[in-house]
């Protein structure tokens, strides 16, 4: 991969991640909740899902396959299959949440979801964009 690519993927992922955080903190403070209970295995925890599924979409918008929609379900399917891993994995470590499972689910598909759209937007504005040399 080329150093461009690399330093966007790292900025995504950099941006997601201080948003993710900011809203979770946020979030607790308004409920009154002043310190994260679970603590930093928490931040952790986020960190690697949020990897899963940054790596499963970056590696998904290089494969050849079309339709883009079939691409996506390529990509999220079995990168949501290691995040269920991971949250079984880190089951082992400390008791989980009863909708532990559920609430990985509705989070890292949503993200994926918004990082799909975001990267179809892209790609339909790059197409714009480029002039149409087969008619020259």
Known sequence: MKQKKWKSIVSVYCVIYTCITLLNSVLYLATGVYEDPSGNWHELDRAIILLIGVAAFTLCTDLPVQ???????????????????????????????????????????????????????IGICKKRRKPDTANC
């Open 67 to 121: 339709p883009l929609p079939l691409r996506y379900l390529i990509a999220y399917v079995p990168s949501q299959l290691l995040a269920f891993a991971y949250v079984w994995f880190s089951g082992l470590r400390e008791e989980l949440a009863r909708t532990a499972y559920r609430d990985i689910w509705i989070n890292f598909t949503c993200l994926f979801v918004l990082l799909c759209i975001f990267n179809t937007i």
